[in-house]
Every structure is written in structure tokens, then in C-alpha cells.
């Protein structure tokens, strides 16, 4: 199973952007999925996840209303659309997946997460 990010950059706060993260090896409408980052000095924090078996999603309260999750089958891709973007959003942004979960999926806690993607980097100037 392999995880690739990438979409990140340089922007203005305010501005909007959009990651993408291709999976490999697995099947992500099988699975469920999410967007972690980690800032400057701080512990990696969940941004969204989603099942798409269940059809829960969950949004961490930082992006709530500003981020999207989303997903395309036959690409087998995951987006995290961005949008308003603030410098508090600045940090190394890495898609997951929990291949592992059949319930309350899907898991807030990093460490359920078996395969991770090598990051990407979004920074947000003001």
C-alpha cells in the first residue's frame, strides 16, 4: 500500500487550495480515510476523515466549514479542498488511511492509522 500527497504550497491567507493524495495498493471506497497535519512545535492533529462505507465524516473544529473532504472511486484519489485559508493552517499536511476499522469508523486517534503518505507542506502567509 502506498499513499502519495502532494497540492501543497505557498499561499496568501484567504487564499484557497487543494490537496490530492493517490492511493495505491488498496481501494479507498473500501477504506476509511483521512487528512492529518502537523504543525511548527505541535503534535499531529486529525483535519478530516471520512468512511465512505458508513458515509460518516468528521471534521476537526479549526476547519470546520472550511475544509472538504472528498474522494474520487474510479481514480482512486482523496482531495482535501481548502478553502479560506488561514496561517494557523500552516503545516505538513499527510493523508492515512485506517485499513483496520469496522467500527465507529472512521477512528480520530493517529495511531489506528496503518499507512500514512510522505506529507506535504502548505504554508500560509499573512
Known amino acids: 500500500v502506498q499513499l502519495q500527497a502532494s497540492g501543497g504550497g505557498l499561499?496568501?491567507?484567504?487564499d484557497s487550495l487543494r490537496l490530492s493524495c493517490a492511493?495505491?495498493?488498496?481501494?479507498?471506497?473500501?477504506?476509511?480515510?483521512?487528512?492529518?497535519?502537523q504543525g511548527p512545535g505541535k503534535?499531529?492533529?486529525?483535519v478530516a476523515?471520512?468512511?465512505?462505507s458508513s458515509g460518516s465524516t468528521f471534521y476537526g473544529a479549526p476547519v470546520?466549514?472550511?475544509?472538504?473532504?472528498?474522494r474520487d472511486n474510479p481514480?482512486?484519489?482523496?482531495?482535501?479542498?481548502?478553502?479560506s485559508l488561514k496561517p494557523?493552517?500552516?503545516?505538513?499536511?499527510?493523508?492515512?488511511?485506517d485499513t483496520r476499522c469496522v467500527h465507529n469508523c472512521p477512528?480520530?486517534?493517529?495511531a489506528h492509522y496503518d499507512y500514512w503518505g510522505q506529507g506535504t507542506l502548505v504554508t500560509v502567509s499573512s
Open 11 to 14: 499561499v496568501q491567507a484567504g
Open 23 to 37: 492511493a495505491s495498493g488498496l481501494m479507498i471506497s473500501n477504506n476509511a480515510l483521512a487528512w492529518f497535519r
Open 43 to 46: 503534535e499531529r492533529e486529525l
Open 49 to 52: 476523515a471520512s468512511d465512505w
Open 64 to 70: 470546520l466549514g472550511r475544509f472538504t473532504i472528498s
Open 75 to 83: 481514480k482512486n484519489m482523496l482531495y482535501l479542498q481548502m478553502n
Open 88 to 97: 494557523e493552517d500552516t503545516a505538513v499536511y499527510y493523508c492515512a488511511t
Open 107 to 110: 477512528r480520530r486517534d493517529p
